[in-house]
Nanobody, 117 residues
C-alpha cells in the first residue's frame, strides 16, 4: 500500500532553517498535487504550502517569502524548505500527496518542528 514517510523535523533556533522531505512508496503512479499542512498545539490544522501538477505554488500568508515547496517527480518526493524560522512555526508538519489516477489524498505520519526563541 501507499506510504508517505516524512523526515527532516527537529529542534532549531529562531532564524534557522530546516528542510522537510516526504517520500512516497508502494505505488507506480506519479504525483499529481501535493502539499504540507501543520498543526500547532491547541490550534487547528492549517495549510502551509501546495504545489500543483503544473508547478504552481501557493503558500499560507504566515510563511510566504520564508518557505519553499518543491517536488522531485522521479523520486516521488516532496520537500519543504523552511528559512527564517520563528517560534510560531512550531508545529507538527504533515505532507499529503495525490497521485494521477487515484482520488485518495495520502498523508504522512507527521514530523515535529520546534523553533526555540
Amino acid at each position: 500500500q501507499v506510504q508517505l514517510v516524512e523526515s527532516g523535523g527537529g529542534l532549531v533556533q529562531a532564524g534557522g532553517s530546516l528542510r522537510l522531505s516526504c517520500a512516497a512508496s508502494g505505488t507506480t503512479l506519479s504525483i499529481n498535487a501535493c502539499g504540507w499542512y501543520r498543526q500547532a498545539p491547541g490550534k487547528e490544522r492549517e495549510s502551509v504550502a501546495l504545489i500543483t501538477n503544473t508547478g504552481i505554488t501557493n503558500y499560507g500568508d504566515s510563511v510566504k517569502g520564508r518557505f519553499t515547496i518543491s517536488r522531485d517527480n522521479a523520486k516521488n518526493t516532496v520537500y519543504l524548505q523552511m528559512n527564517s524560522l520563528k517560534p510560531e512555526d512550531t508545529a507538527v508538519y504533515y505532507c499529503y500527496i495525490r497521485f494521477w489516477g487515484d482520488s485518495t489524498r495520502y498523508w504522512g505520519q507527521g514530523t515535529l518542528v520546534t523553533v526555540s526563541s
